[in-house]
Nanobody, 122 residues
Framework: VHLAESGGGLVQPGGSLRLSCEVS????????FAWFRQGPGKERQFVAC????????WYADSVKGRFTISKDNAENRVYLQMNNLNPEDTAVYSC????????????????WGQGTQVTVSS
């Protein structure tokens, strides 16, 4: 499985962005995909995850109500819609995949994309 993120950029506080993760290769229904982020001087942090088969999701408390993770099985893509962004959301956002159920720890994910920069600033 190869992952490639896109959609990052510079946005003003209160703005929105949609990140996309293109998935190459066959994706079994038992896979889970996640978004993580790593801000300047910070450890990598779980954002959200979705199960490829049953579409169940899980979110970090810091993004609940603002971010939405979704997937398009036909297009082999995972999305992260980010609304009401604030400067604390500034980070490199990475897409990750694992075989198995929802998980929030990065050590449980095997496949990673290269990341895309999101900067929230006025």
């Amino acid at each position: 499985v190869h992952l490639a993120e896109s959609g990052g950029g510079l946005v003003q506080p209160g703005g929105s962005l949609r990140l996309s993760c293109e998935v190459s290769g066959r994706v079994p229904s038992t896979y889970t995909f996640a978004w993580f982020r790593q801000g300047p001087g910070k450890e990598r942090q779980f954002v959200a995850c979705v199960n490829w088969g049953d579409s169940t999701t899980w979110y970090a408390d810091s993004v609940k109500g603002r971010f939405t993770i979704s997937k398009d099985n036909a297009e082999n893509r995972v999305y992260l819609q980010m609304n009401n962004l604030n400067p604390e959301d500034t980070a490199v956002y990475s897409c990750a995949a694992r075989y198995g159920n929802l998980a929030t720890q990065d050590a449980h994910y095997v496949f990673w994309g290269q990341g895309t920069q999101v900067t929230v600033s006025s």
